[in-house]
Each structure stands twice: as C-alpha cells, then as structure tokens.
C-alpha cells in the first residue's frame, strides 16, 4: 500500500465510521477496487484507523464520557446503592444500560469471530448487506419523532442492532440510531447513546487486533503508512462525527439510504 491509498483508505474510515453507511463495508469495497491487499499488515492498519475513528468520539463526547465514567466507577464501590442510584442517578443508570447494550455483539462477536472474518472477503455480499442499511434508514422517515427514556429492554433491542453490524456492509451507526428512533428515543440521545456505548467494544476489537499484531509484526517501512492511517482517520471522523449529530437534529438521517443504495449497486454489478 502507497502513501495515497493508505489516506483514501483512512478518509473512508473516518468518514463512514460514523456516518450510516458501514466504515467495514467501504473498507472491503476499498480494497478490493484499489488492490490494497498488497499491504503487508492489514491487521495494522485496521487497527490504527479504528484507533482514529476511536480518538474522535472522545474528542467530541468526552465531557460525556467523564462524566458518566465517574458517575459509574464512585458507584460501582457501593453496592448497596445500586438500585437507588439506578432509579434516580441518570447517568448511572444510562452507563449500566450502556453495558447492557454492549452484550450481544460482544458475545456473537466472539462466539461467531471466524465466520465473520471470512465475510470480509465477500464484497459481494457486503453490497447486499448495504441495501439492507439502506431500508433501515430509509424506515426513519416514517418514525415519529419523540423522547422516551431509554430502559433495559430498549438497551438490549439496540444492542442487537449493534450485532447485526458485525456484518459487513450493515452500519452500525445506521443500525443502533435507527432501532432508537424507532423505539422513540429523542436524536440526540440515540447518537449519544450509539457511539459512546461502543467505545468498550472498540477496545476490546483493538487488543485482539493488537494481539494478532504481536504474533505478524511490523517493518520499519510501514510506520509512515501507519502514521497516515491514524491522523487521517482521527481528523475526518471528528468532522464526519460532527456533520451527522447536525443532520440527526435536522431530522435528515434517512437521506444516506440513497448513498447506500447506490454503492450496493455498482458493488453488485462489479463484483
């Protein structure tokens, strides 16, 4: 991989991590149009992209993150407390449902990591997988708006949105807030509620990549491409992060449907 495709390859990641429109799918298209497989550590430079994408949400929430971070660890100490705090403290109780959500993709991820992995081979079938992102935000335009509370059964409902997006192709973004807003959650809430929850499981994603890493390794020729990925991806992702909080409260979200639509077609009739 030139320095070139490892900045095209970074902006995509920037870009369609946070917006609706699958960063693992484009990734997979990505490479397979522009040959990057030639890359002699992939496993690295996916690994630094997600760290990007991963620095921009905590430059954007991080008041959030402190915030409910704190709140959880002081009462996480103080066990006796748990229910009422759970029932007056808000910010506990959205960090306990935030762990709630994180449940299902973190067990089917594990559970089904091999099978996944071969799906990133497939851009075939990531472009099918991109018109089912394109229904599900397309369905936003018929929800009406409101600001019901998230609860555990809300949590849990998007946390299985979240695991459809092991799949290539299926938006995670595009997946969580549309479940969201169509239990009624208020936009902002939802995208709140989407990225931050998420962060662990980045993490998690991260060492094992990392761990993979240890295993391959990496020569001192790649370092400059790697240094391309994460700057690249962290700048655009805190612009792309930004572009779509504004678009969610315009109430435009279902528009990326299109986009979507249109990369699954010219995926389908190249690949």
Same mark, same amino acid.
């Given at each position: 991989m030139n320095p070139f495709s490892a900045a095209i390859l970074a902006i995509v990641?920037?870009?369609?991590?946070?917006?609706?429109?699958?960063?693992s799918g484009h990734l997979v298209l990505g490479e397979a149009l522009l040959g990057s497989h030639s890359f002699g550590n992939s496993i690295a430079f996916e690994l630094v992209v997600h760290l990007g994408t991963f620095l921009a949400v905590l430059v954007i929430f991080w008041k959030d993150i402190l915030n409910l971070g704190?709140?959880?660890?002081?009462?996480?100490?103080?066990?006796?407390?748990?229910?009422?705090?759970?029932?007056?403290?808000?910010?506990?109780?959205?960090?306990?449902?935030?762990?709630?959500?994180?449940?299902p993709a973190g067990f089917i991820g594990l559970l089904l990591r091999d099978q996944?992995?071969?799906?990133?081979?497939?851009?075939?079938?990531?472009?099918?997988?991109?018109?089912?992102?394109?229904? =599900?935000? $397309?369905?936003?335009?018929?929800?009406?708006?409101?600001?019901?509370?998230? %609860? !555990?059964?809300?949590?849990?409902?998007?946390?299985?949105?979240?695991?459809?997006?092991?799949?290539?192709?299926?938006?995670r973004s595009g997946s969580t807030i549309s479940m969201a807003l169509g239990l009624g959650v208020k936009q902002e809430e939802a995208a709140r509620?989407?990225?931050? =929850?998420? $962060?662990?499981?980045?993490?998690?994603?991260?060492?094992?990549?990392?761990? %993979? !890493?240890v295993k391959v390794g990496i020569s001192s020729d790649e370092i400059s491409i790697l240094l391309i990925g994460l700057i690249v991806s962290f700048i655009v992702g805190i612009f792309s992060l930004k572009w779509l909080l504004q678009l969610l409260k315009r109430g435009k979200f279902h528009y990326f449907a299109w986009y979507c639509f249109m990369i699954a077609i010219i995926g389908l009739i190249y690949f």
């Open positions: 990641q920037g870009l369609t991590e946070f917006l609706p429109v699958s960063s704190q709140v959880f660890f002081t009462r996480l100490v103080k066990p006796g407390t748990w229910s009422s705090e759970y029932q007056n403290n808000n910010d506990f109780r959205i960090s306990i449902l935030m762990l709630v959500a994180m449940l996944i992995s071969e799906l990133f081979s497939q851009p075939f079938m990531v472009s099918v997988a991109l018109i089912a992102t394109g229904s =599900m935000l $397309l369905s936003t335009m018929y929800f009406k708006k409101s600001d019901n509370p998230i %609860d !555990l059964k809300k949590a849990l409902l998007i946390g299985f949105a979240q695991a459809l997006a092991l799949v290539p192709g299926i938006s509620f989407s990225f931050i =929850m998420v $962060l662990p499981l980045i993490v998690a994603a991260t060492v094992l990549e990392f761990l %993979d !890493l």
